[in-house]
């Protein structure tokens, strides 16, 4: 935004499209005094079809300095500031991760699924205490015996 306000008043007035008193008769009409200083008020652009900014715009350029880095700054704590705590949160939960003891971790050998139901009846117990030669047992291998008669 602040590039083409800059670049568009650097830009002569005779430059843009119908203002060229040479060219356009509107322009020779009303122009033709102001147009080759680029001092053209809107006014005198508003009675002809000129696209030229007005002198009132471009001598506003060093005053809206301060309007454009304060849209700058604003951008950047947009874009920035959900960045920076979504690292604080990442950094956070690093140092939370590194002040577990062991004490906190109770020596009972972990489930693999803890608060879920068994689904296989090989999990139920334990396996030495499985007896394997009753097929009765519903605790025996879902398979079978693999196949080996007794």
Request: hydrophobic share 35%; glycine share 4%; proline share 7%.
């Amino acid at each position: 935004m602040r590039g083409e306000m800059v670049r568009s008043c650097k830009v002569a007035q005779v430059s843009y499209m119908y203002c060229d008193p040479e060219h356009n008769s509107l322009a020779a009409t009303y122009l033709s005094d102001c147009i080759y200083e680029d001092s053209c008020e809107q006014d005198e652009l508003d009675k002809t079809n000129c696209k030229a900014p007005p002198h009132e715009h471009c001598s506003e350029v060093s005053t809206m300095e301060a309007f454009f880095w304060v849209n700058a700054l604003i951008n950047f704590f947009t874009y920035a500031e959900p960045a920076w705590f979504a690292l604080l949160l990442l950094l956070r939960m690093e140092k939370d991760l590194d002040r577990i003891n062991n004490s906190d971790i109770d020596d009972e050998e972990e489930s693999p699924n803890p608060g879920f139901p068994l689904i296989f009846k090989c999990q139920e117990g334990d396996e030495d205490a499985v007896d394997k030669s009753d097929p009765d047992d519903p605790r025996g291998p879902l398979l079978g015996d693999g196949g080996k008669a007794a």
